[in-house]
Structures are given as structure tokens and as C-alpha cells.
T-cell receptor
């Protein structure tokens, strides 16, 4: 069975500060990993995905994430927060060709203070 | 190109009623998945369909059912509604490539409120 744990349901940073959102996963097979962003009253938008091609993955809006197998982690970072980054962020795992459904974490709400 | 579309946007029902939610995938996508997102939680997988066949089912009661049509659109049906069924229902479409990552594209969701 696969699962995702997102540490910190709320994270608050100042505009221009580093953003770090934590995600740890468990999977019985090599996983595919995803970060999604959800703005209020909207669906989910894919930020980036890990597919085993490279451990450091770059996504949209300046976000990136690093896959660390030894730590079973896939933390999301952005060097400099912008007010428009305020949203809910979800980490998700899929076993790929077997069970294709996404298993999501409980989410982290990012607040950006001016 | 249009993204994933869902209808209706909002829906209010009372306990015991039945509801049907609709989803149209991105053109060219043959797989549709349904997720339930309760307020304050991450989405939970309900069903995945590919080429009109069920390819996966989450841990939901039999009151939940779905189907996919020849044009790859999909409906999610929920019978005997409970207060706990109040949630945002998300539809996602994908190519369902053999042997590869199944990147899912989400629609805006249908907000269901059960009174």
C-alpha cells in the first residue's frame, strides 16, 4: 500500500523568503511522485512530477522538488515566495502502471505575508 | 484546447436523495478518474475508467457508482446521500499510456452539499 505524509498543515513565510513544504511517502514499488497546487474554489493544477528520470525536478512558477530515496522524501521548495503562491499544496504518489490512482497527502496551506 | 469540464458547479441535495455528476475529459484522453475531497483533506480516489471499463476502485461504499460513455465522458452517481457525502468531487482525465506515468489533469470540481 502507498501513503503520503505532509508535515505541517499550515506554513507561513514572508514574501521573498524560502518556501519549503515537506512530503514523505511510502510505496512498495518505485513510485511516481507529484506536487499539485489548489487555489480557493478551484481544481488541482500539476506543479511538477518525478518519474525516475532525474532526482531534482523543476516545475512551474519557480518550484522544484528533490527525490531522496534514502529518506523517502519529495520536499517542495521555491527560493523566493511571492504573494501569488498562497494556496493549498498537495503531494501525491502513484504506483504507475499497476495501481494508477493517486494517493494524496492531507495538504499544506501556504500563507505568504507581505 | 478545453480542459476537463464538470457539471454542475454546485449542487444542494437532502439526505436520502440521489445525485449524478458529469465530467468531460480533455480531447484525446480516454481515461477518467473520480476523487472526493472533503473540506480540509486531500482528495481520495473513488474510481478510474478506461475505454468504458472500470480499472480501479477506491474504498467507497456501493452507493457510489460510475460509468464511462463511448465519447469518454463519465458520470458519477451517488445514491442514498448522507451528510458525510458533502464534498468537492473532482474529475481527472489522462491518456492511460501503457507502461508509463499516468499524468492526470483535474477539472474544477462539483461542490456537493447534503442537508
Amino acid at each position: 500500500a502507498q501513503s503520503v505524509t505532509q508535515l505541517g498543515s499550515h506554513v507561513s513565510v514572508s514574501e521573498g523568503a524560502l518556501v519549503l513544504l515537506r512530503c514523505n511517502y511510502s510505496s512498495s514499488v518505485p513510485p511516481y511522485l507529484f506536487w499539485y497546487v489548489q487555489y480557493p474554489n478551484q481544481g488541482l493544477q500539476l506543479l511538477l512530477k518525478y518519474t525516475s528520470a532525474a532526482t531534482l525536478v523543476k516545475g512551474i512558477n519557480g518550484f522544484e522538488a528533490e527525490f531522496k530515496k534514502s529518506e523517502t522524501s519529495f520536499h517542495l521548495t521555491k527560493p523566493s515566495a511571492h504573494m501569488s503562491d498562497a494556496a493549498e499544496y498537495f503531494c501525491a504518489v502513484s504506483e504507475g502502471t499497476g495501481r494508477r490512482a493517486l494517493t494524496f497527502g492531507s495538504g499544506t496551506r501556504l500563507q505568504v505575508q507581505p | 484546447d478545453a480542459g476537463v469540464t464538470q457539471s454542475p458547479t454546485h449542487l444542494i441535495k437532502t439526505r436520502g436523495q440521489q445525485v449524478t455528476l458529469r465530467c468531460s475529459p480533455i480531447s484525446g484522453h480516454k481515461s477518467v478518474s473520480w476523487y472526493q475531497q472533503v473540506l480540509g483533506q486531500g482528495p481520495q480516489f473513488i474510481f478510474q475508467y478506461y475505454e468504458k471499463e472500470e480499472r480501479g476502485r477506491g474504498n467507497f461504499p456501493d452507493r457510489f457508482s460510475a460509468r464511462q460513455f463511448p465519447n469518454y465522458s463519465s458520470e458519477l452517481n451517488v445514491n442514498a446521500l448522507l451528510l458525510g457525502d458533502s464534498a468537492l468531487y473532482l474529475c481527472a482525465s489522462s491518456l492511460f499510456l501503457a507502461g508509463g506515468i499516468d499524468e492526470q489533469f483535474f477539472g474544477p470540481g462539483t461542490r456537493l452539499t447534503v442537508l
